[in-house]
């Protein structure tokens, strides 16, 4: 009898346990890729090479393992973004050819466009989320913090 | 006489603008919304790519999947992996044409009703579509609007039967597109 209680309570610490954990799992947010260490940390210019030769290589390494990566590079265009979002576009041989960064709404208020100037050096950290082709090229970075 | 031609050299220039120029938008968003009594599902896509080609009446969309952003990380992660596989299709596509376009209708400010008619590629999945939406033009700005529906099982995505209470059969899509003139 006593036996059996006593499993019957580790069986249900057990579900509690694993409710717990389920529970957190399913709420869990989305990692903060502004906030995470860089685990590629290259030039912009660079990134956007491993795209424009080898999309689909590229697409695995940095896009699908969900990769931090830092980039630098220089300021070609900066946008405000309906919800208030910053994009920065850093410049790339082609005039057509970008690496646009978007920041997070939290990083895009901390910021002064005007401290963002045509032609600035700016270190920038995101998510990279893959690399658009219908107007010239462009491999796209979101969730960014400037990178001080 | 001279006064006549530039009075009228006004009045059509803003037709040549349209049908001259190309419009572009990097920064369009594509929000997906479903709803069940279990689950909502939210995400934002604020990276579209879009061009319309004022000479030729087309619209164009590329969407990264990626780019989806939601809040819970789970969810994103089922999204790219079980249900849109982004690895294996990285982007969603559109290419149309609009079917009552005429150049004349976009001269001046207002919002016009349009339809576009064109191929729409979801999960390597390419369908026939019509939708419905609204251009605003102000003072040279266009911003394009839609809101339809899409049935995921119409584009090979299968939603497993236990999580059919979570995940609903048709996602609507909200669709804003502000662009520059090129």
């Not at chain 1, 209680?5 to 346990?17: G, H």
């Not at chain 1, 995101?126 to 690399?131: D, L």
């Not at chain 2, 997906?32 to 061009?51: F, K, L, V």
Request: charged share 25%; glycine share 6%.
């Amino acid at each position: 009898m006593k036996k059996s209680y006593k499993i019957l309570m580790i069986i249900a610490l057990l579900a509690v346990i694993g409710g717990a954990i389920g529970y957190y799992m399913y709420q869990k947010p989305v990692k903060n890729f502004a906030d995470s260490k860089a685990d590629y940390t290259l030039a912009a210019s660079a990134l956007f090479n491993e795209f424009s030769t080898n999309s689909e290589e590229a697409v695995k390494k940095y896009v699908t393992a969900d990769k931090t990566v830092l980039v630098d590079g220089i300021i070609s265009d900066t946008k405000k973004n309906d919800d208030g979002t910053i994009t920065i576009f850093l410049k790339m041989q082609s005039d057509d050819d970008f690496v646009s960064c978007t920041l997070t709404l939290d990083a895009s208020q901390k910021i002064n466009l005007a401290d963002y100037p045509k032609g600035k050096s700016v270190k920038i950290k995101g998510q990279c989320s893959g690399m658009q082709e219908l107007i010239g090229k462009e491999v796209i970075m979101i969730r960014c913090g400037i990178s001080a | 006489m001279k006064k006549y031609i530039s009075i009228i050299a006004l009045l059509i220039l803003p037709v040549f603008l349209f049908s001259q120029d190309k419009y572009i938008s990097r920064n369009g968003s594509i929000r997906i919304y479903s709803q069940t009594a279990a689950e909502t599902i939210d995400a934002t896509n604020g990276q579209i790519a879009s061009a319309i080609d004022g000479s030729k009446g087309t619209l164009a969309f590329d969407v990264i999947i990626k780019s989806f952003k939601f809040k819970k990380a789970l969810m994103e992660e089922h999204f790219n992996e079980n249900y849109m596989q982004s690895e294996k299709f990285p982007k969603s596509t559109f290419k149309g044409k609009f079917t009552d376009f005429d150049l004349k209708n976009f001269a001046k400010n207002g919002t016009y009703n349009v339809t576009v008619d064109g191929d729409l590629t979801i999960h390597g999945v390419t369908k026939k579509v019509t939708q419905k939406g609204t251009l605003e033009v102000k003072d040279g700005k266009v911003t394009a609007k839609s809101k339809f529906t899409v049935k995921v099982g119409d584009y090979g995505i299968e939603i497993p039967s236990v999580v059919k209470d979570k995940v609903a059969s048709t996602i609507e899509l909200q669709v804003n597109i502000p662009y520059d003139k090129k």
